[in-house]
Nanobody, 114 residues
């Protein structure tokens, strides 16, 4: 059974930084595109950033220039470095493969205060 375990969230003031980590158990990590998603109350979950096996990245416009996604295939870990955080970045952040695995992790809460 594949498991996804996110960590690294917390509470920061606007302009601060956080680094999220997601450890992925399972043999498909090396071949999959991986993504970071976020969901805030009353909103649908959205894809924030993705990274291919070879390191090609894509970002939603609202985080371009502020967030950086990376991966360590040997450690089966994907990271999300978040800089210049804004209150609108407040959400629960999740990682998953793309296409999505059916079971999501518990996510990690990011709270940005103004």
């Amino acid at each position: 059974q594949v498991q996804l375990v996110e960590s690294g969230g917390g509470s920061v003031q606007a302009g601060g930084s956080l680094r999220l980590s997601c450890v992925f158990s399972g043999s498909i990590f090396r071949t999959n595109v991986m993504g970071w998603y976020r969901q805030s109350p009353g909103k649908q979950r959205e894809l924030v950033a993705s990274i291919s096996r070879g390191g090609n990245t894509n970002y939603v416009d609202s985080v371009k220039g502020r967030f950086t996604i990376s991966r360590d295939n040997a450690k089966k870990t994907v990271y999300l470095q978040m800089n210049s955080l804004k209150p609108e970045d407040t959400a629960v952040y999740y990682c998953n493969a793309i296409p999505n695995l059916p079971d999501w992790g518990q996510g990690t809460q990011v709270t940005v205060s103004s």
